[in-house]
């Protein structure tokens, strides 16, 4: 209410004035959005993390980074936690919650390439294995 008597108080000239003013400001604001959503289609950053499973098909998600080499290297400085979660992959970061229905990027096989099946799956699916068929680290 306090607003539409605000504006009735106004004289016509003044109120021009303000409503010029203000559709000047809505179209600046409008060919922003629209410089923005141009400039995010353009520079679109790929973000990944790890995702650590258990032989027993738990998992959780660590180490972030802008590529997939930067992601190994901090999962090689992981310390304790791998001998609870020894199995290694990458995934999107797709900036929320982690999805049981991502897929995997990426899988550790420098050393061991009997996870080589993982790449493609979705988190579920090799949850569902990994419990399962529990695998011996």
């Known amino acids: 209410m306090a607003k539409k008597w605000v504006v009735a108080q106004l004289t016509p000239e003044?109120?021009?004035?303000f409503k010029d003013q203000v559709l000047r400001e809505a179209v600046e604001i409008i060919e922003f959005s629209k410089n923005l959503e141009h400039y995010r289609k353009?520079?679109?950053?790929?973000?990944?993390?790890?995702?650590?499973?258990?032989p027993d098909g738990d998992w959780v998600t660590d180490c972030k980074g802008i590529t997939k080499e930067e992601v190994w290297d901090k999962v090689a400085d992981l310390g304790s936690r791998w001998y609870f979660y020894p199995i290694p992959a990458i995934i999107r970061d797709l900036g929320g919650c982690t999805l049981s229905s991502q897929r995997i990027c990426e899988v550790y096989t420098e050393y061991d390439s009997s996870f080589s099946w993982m790449k493609g799956k979705s988190i579920k699916t090799i949850s569902r294995v990994l419990e399962a068929?529990?695998?011996q680290c």
Do not use: D, G, R, T
Not at 42 to 54: C, G, R, T, W
């Open 133 to 135: 068929n529990p695998v």
């Open 14 to 17: 003044i109120y021009a004035c």
């Open 42 to 54: 353009e520079v679109s950053i790929i973000m990944y993390k790890a995702i650590l499973f258990s």
